[in-house]
Each structure stands twice: as C-alpha cells, then as structure tokens.
C-alpha cells in the first residue's frame, strides 16, 4: 500500500463525514471524497461486529506501540502531506516514522517464469505489434469477474480498434470471433513487468493493486484504472488525480456490469486522446524518477542506509528469540511486532 492509501484509511476509519463531498483532517485540502472512493472495509468501520473491522482494530493499537513502517514507494509520487499524516498514526510517544524504499520491483533483474512457453508465445506476439499502439488488460488474481462483464469487455475493445493483450482467468468464458484479429488473449500467467517494459505497450488497465501501479509507473506506461477490491479505490484515486498517470474509467454505481460504452470510450481517452496523452507524458517522467530513486544517491536508496543505520543501534541483547503470530518475546519481555514491519524485514 502506498502512505496515501494508508494514510486516509486510518483518518477515515470510523470517522466518515455524512456530508458529501468530503476532506480528510491533515490531507490537502483539494483533496475532496466521496462514499464511492472509499474500500468496503473503512465503509463498514462503523460496524463493531465487522470481522474486517475487528481485525484492523487490532492492529491499530500495534501501530501506536510500533517504531514505524517500510513502504514499498518512493518520496516522488508520495507528497509530503500524505507520508507526515501516515507517520502520526506510528509510535506517536516516541516520533512515528515512515521509510520510503521502492519501488521494490526496480531491484529485482528478471521474474520468476511460471510457464516459459506461454511467455515467449505473448512477448512474440507483442514484437510484431507497432510502437505503443497496444493495451494491456489484467485484473489481478482475487477479484471474480462475470462472464457478462467479460463480454461487455470484448464487446468494448472492439469498437474501440484498439490492440489488446488481455489476460484472462476464467477458463470457460469464449471472446467473440471478432476479436481475434485484433488482439490476443492469455489464459494463464504473463511476465507483467516484461509486458509494460515493451515497446508496443501504450496503456495499462489495471485493478489498481499497489504492485501493479508502481510496476507500470517504473514502465513509464499510463494506467485507466478499473478498482475492485480493498484499496484499490485509493490508488485509483491517487493515479489519477494526485500524481496524473492514469484517468479513471467511468463505472456506473452500485455495483453493475460496466458496459461495452464506457470500455470504448475509456480505452480511447487513454490511447488516443489528449488526457491520455497528458497522462502518459506524466508516467514517462516518474519512470526516470523511480529509477532515480533506488540507486546510489537516490531517494529511496538513501532511506534504506538511514534504515540500517537505525537498526545498527539496536543492542544485540534485544535480539527476538520467539515469535508468535502479533507478538515477540525479547528477554522475557512480551514486545509487539508491527505486522508490516516484520513482513518487509523479511523480503529485505
């Protein structure tokens, strides 16, 4: 999650205004919210017996206890209001802090391959395609999508004229015969970091996982953002109208299938006309920036040293020796161990 992401669902947690449009206290005050940008989950905060909501409760009180947290970003498409609001809701007693150090996927050389063949068959397809003149579809892994909304999908695409690589997971569902000219279908895994450093890629549409986003923002490639679950509607929100790399998709509310005419329409606004142009001059500048960010003398790089240097100053004799889900013993004395904290000290 991004300190954007966070930050607001901590503000807005149990604490909605009924009037809307609404800010948030210590946000920037153009920052204006609806009930449709907000995650279920900080909607149904208000519901004491919400498992979701009993769970973030508890975790809230190791956020205070806690000496801080890593996040996978970097300090040029987090403004400073956003990472100042997060860091107020860690370790406030002794002075919360947060620690920009990504985008981790810049650090990595190559992904792990799931099915070579099925990767070199997309990657092939896709150098035969002109420059930027190809959209790329993915939804992530989670979100269930309906064989009728995949069909208003389809349906879209090929009004707009526009190639796609689409990466589909249901394996009953059948694309209309008159999309097969115009672009390709993957059934199972791509090498998405691959995909949006190629040439031919011109656009993302993307569910707006935190990952997604700061793998198409490293590309360069703009997004046309399609949320569907968790926070997602807060990395929608912040690609487009924060640091301008995506437009959002137009979705009906409540709920419904979105239709073939918004997928036309949004497909072209981002590869063809001028907010999409704005929108991919914008996401060419933060790639060489997020570059920037994780080497030597680089934003994110030089976090990570101040991170180590902090950790150097910690007594071996507080060294952990027993962890259990939430907690730490450290010399027979019960510690709490921040969830995230711990999760990005072991991909580090």
């Keep these: 999650m991004s300190t954007f992401s966070m930050s607001l669902t901590k503000s807005l947690w149990n604490n909605i205004p009924k009037e809307e449009p609404f800010s948030v206290a210590g946000a920037p005050p153009e920052l204006q919210l609806t009930l449709a940008d907000l995650p279920e989950a900080v909607i149904n905060s208000v519901d004491p017996l919400d498992p979701a909501n009993q769970f973030l409760e508890s975790t809230a009180q190791t956020d205070i206890e806690s000496w ?6 970097f300090a040029d498409i987090e403004p400073p209001a956003y990472v100042q609001l997060l860091e107020s809701f860690y370790g406030p007693v002794a ?63 090929v009004r707009a004229g526009i190639r796609f690589l689409w990466v589909v ?46 793998e198409a923002v490293s590309a360069g490639v703009a997004l046309l953002t399609w949320p569907m679950i968790a926070e997602q509607c807060f990395n929608a929100k912040m690609v487009a109208e924060v640091i301008g790399v995506g437009i959002r998709l137009r979705i009906p509310a409540g709920g419904v299938v979105v239709g073939w005419k918004e997928v036309e329409e949004g497909v072209r606004e981002l590869m063809e006309w001028e907010k999409g142009r704005r929108a991919r001059e914008r996401a060419a ?21 101040k991170l180590l240097e902090e950790l150097r100053k910690v007594p071996m004799a507080t060294a952990v020796t027993e962890v259990e889900e939430g907690e730490a013993r450290v010399e027979g004395e019960v510690k709490m161990v921040h969830r995230e904290w711990r999760d990005c000290l072991q991909i580090a």
């Design 68 to 73: 801080g947290v890593i996040v996978n970003s």
């Design 169 to 214: 997971r249901s394996e009953t569902w059948l694309p209309p015969k008159s999309s097969a000219n115009l672009g390709r279908i993957e059934r199972g895994w791509v090498p998405q970091k691959q995909v949006l450093s190629h040439m031919a890629v011109g656009g993302f549409v993307s569910h707006c996982g935190w990952n997604s986003v700061l």
């Design 285 to 305: 500048e933060l790639a060489e920036k997020a570059k920037a960010a994780v080497v030597k003398g680089g934003s994110s790089y030089e976090t990570l040293d």
């Design 95 to 157: 002075g919360g802090r947060v620690w920009l150090v990504g985008p981790l996927n810049l650090l990595t050389e190559t992904e792990p391959v799931e099915n070579p063949s099925s990767e070199s068959e997309c990657i092939r397809w896709l150098d035969r395609q002109p420059d930027r003149s190809v959209i790329y579809m993915a939804f992530g892994t989670q979100a269930e999508i309906s064989d009728e909304q995949l069909d208003e999908v389809a349906h879209g695409l």
